[in-house]
């Protein structure tokens, strides 16, 4: 925050007491103050959910922070459109290579009071990138959290080996 003080010079006002020729002075003093709060925004968390033995119905939670003192939005794009297979994303015979799961967003938010912006998507929708607009609310503190749920498979199941995924989640600010 800066903050700016400005003094205006004094002035001098001239009355008369009743007595001719008296002159009291009523000295003034005028303050201007001036300041600023610099927009910010910022995510912080991350990193890796293991989900260990893959299944359907399968849940995993991850918290991050949110700070932000301006409205935002948040986009959260998918790089596979699920849980994929290293090396055969498209399986192979009956076997499927990926696994599709829902996303759950909670962010705490204040518009004056506190509420909360959430969202759901499917990872078919993330892999185009979902956005998420707090309107005119901004991040309150508190803990944010990301809640990923593990969906079927059609066919034989999933193919043996080990899947992926990443999430990218970035934050902009609106003024």
């Not at 995510?43 to 990193?47: E, R, T, V, Y």
């Not at 599709?100 to 759950?104: A, H, I, T």
């Given at each position: 925050m800066i903050a700016l003080l400005e003094l205006a010079q004094p002035?001098?006002?001239?009355?008369?007491?009743?007595?001719?020729?008296?002159?009291?002075?009523?000295?003034?003093l005028s303050v201007t103050l001036a300041g600023r709060i610099d927009d910010h925004c910022a995510?912080?968390?991350?990193?890796a959910m293991a989900l260990g033995e893959l299944t359907p119905g399968e849940s995993v939670a991850a918290?991050?922070?949110l700070d932000c003192?301006?409205?935002?939005?948040?986009r959260i794009a998918s790089a596979?459109?699920?849980?994929?297979h290293l090396t055969k994303p498209d399986g192979e015979g009956p076997f499927a290579g990926r696994l599709?799961?829902?996303?759950?967003v909670r962010i705490p938010t204040l518009n004056p009071g506190a509420s909360s912006l959430t969202g759901s998507f499917s990872s078919a929708e993330l892999r185009g990138e979902a956005i998420m607009s707090s309107g005119q609310a901004v991040?309150?503190?508190?803990?944010?959290?990301?809640?990923?749920t593990t969906r079927n498979v059609q066919g034989a199941g999933l193919l043996a080996g080990d899947y992926s995924e990443i999430l990218t989640i970035s934050v902009e600010p609106r003024m």
């Open positions: 002035s001098v006002a001239l009355a008369y007491e009743g007595l001719p020729g008296a002159a009291a002075y009523a000295p003034e995510i912080s968390g991350g990193g918290d991050f922070s003192n301006v409205p935002f939005d948040i596979n459109g699920g849980l994929t599709p799961y829902d996303l759950q991040a309150a503190a508190g803990r944010s959290r990301l809640a990923l």
